[in-house]
């Protein structure tokens, strides 16, 4: 009997055929049809500019870059006024240029600031030949005694260089606002204006009470030789040891006071012992200034101010130019925020300015 392995076993594949020679007679096949190409979309040519067009590109271009190179020059003009703050010139009459009138503003508080940023402009009156006066525009009710006495400083620098001094006084030309002026040689006064006031202030808080009222205490604690430093603490109680201590300190700057306004106007005082009974702390009007020989002329105003400082320098062609401080890039840039108004501004200046003695030529409306 056969297998069954070998009855069903799989048919052999089927012989391919040996490849023989090629039928050179057989037809050729049909070539294959050409590929199909997608269109080419060649952009439209752009339109040709007109004259016109052509120009005001370039104008607009030329405003470009003309506004960077300003803005690029403004920048490094401002960053220089704030490493040289120099001096700014605003004019208000014009005439001839070597014949110029400097006007320069003393305004508000008088403080160690201000005294600095004035210097420039006391300077370059001083040392510029072009300027054949000074006429100075006091509206202060007078600040620290040193920043007092250091304006007045400058303005007899001016007047050494023999270039003469007209003060016009504002509404306020009092204590402070009078020592700076008193130099000049010739002082003018509006008919409202209040000046005087000569005399020293110190003012020395005192809150030892309120503290004791809350049961707050402050201890301090001296160096054994110094059992006089700071006396006028405001922590801690008020005597008549610490009275006497500041008024031998006021008195002496009191008799400047009354020096500086004797040199000044030594022609209408030659007796220093009726200017000594004016020095007494009162505030006095234009009228009574002038009654009591303080200052020149009680009925003025700016523009005889301008005319008095022209007839000193003897010029015919005066030019009047007012001098002031330019702001700095930093003043610039953060005026803004410091516009904003605010009600109650503390920081550490503030308490600063509490807390510690000041002496004053100040007067304060009393």
Not at 25 to 39: C, D, E, L, N, Y
Not at 81 to 87: R, S
Not at 116 to 126: A, D, E, I, N, S
Not at 196 to 220: C, F, M, R
């Amino acid at each position: 009997m056969p297998d069954n392995q070998d009855q069903f076993s799989p048919p052999p594949p089927p012989q391919q055929p040996s490849p023989g020679p090629p039928d050179l007679g057989a037809p050729m096949p049909p070539p294959p049809p050409p590929p199909v190409s997608m269109p080419v979309m060649l952009p439209s040519p752009l339109p040709k500019k007109t004259l016109v067009s052509r120009i005001k590109d370039a104008l607009v271009l030329i405003v470009f870059f003309g506004s960077l190179v300003l803005n690029l020059l403004l920048i490094i003009a401002l960053g220089a006024q704030g490493l040289d703050a120099g001096v700014r010139e605003t004019l208000l009459l014009d005439g001839a240029r070597d014949q110029q009138i400097a006007v320069i503003d003393v305004k508000g508080m008088i403080t160690d600031e201000l005294a600095g940023q004035l210097w420039p402009q006391f300077k370059r009156v001083r040392d510029n030949k072009d300027y054949r006066a000074l006429l100075l525009y006091v509206n202060s009710p007078g600040g620290g005694v040193t920043a007092s006495d250091t304006i007045a400083h400058y303005v007899n620098q001016i007047k050494a260089a023999d270039k003469p001094v007209v003060v016009f006084m504002g509404s306020v030309a009092a204590s402070g606002g009078y020592y700076v002026s008193a130099g000049a040689d010739y002082i003018m006064a509006g008919p409202t204006t209040t000046t005087g006031s000569i005399g020293v202030l110190a003012v020395i808080p005192n809150i030892h009470g309120t503290l004791e009222k809350i049961g707050a205490h402050v201890t301090v604690i001296r160096s054994t030789p110094a059992t006089r430093k700071a006396l006028g603490l405001p922590f801690e109680p008020w005597d008549s040891v610490k009275r006497e201590y500041f008024q031998k300190r006021i008195d002496p700057l009191h008799k400047r006071f009354v020096d500086v306004v004797h040199k000044g106007r030594q022609e209408h005082f030659p007796d220093i012992s009726v200017l000594q009974k004016l020095a007494d702390g009162a505030a006095l009007t234009a009228a009574q200034a002038k009654a009591a020989k303080l200052i020149d002329q009680d009925d003025a105003y700016f523009e005889d101010a301008m005319d008095k400082a022209a007839e000193l320098a003897k010029l015919d062609k005066p030019k009047v130019v007012r001098l002031s401080k330019p702001p700095s890039l930093r003043e610039t840039l953060t005026g803004a925020a410091k516009a904003q108004n605010t009600l109650i501004n503390i920081d550490a200046s503030f308490l600063d300015d509490l807390t510690t003695p000041r002496l004053l030529y100040l007067w304060q409306g009393q």
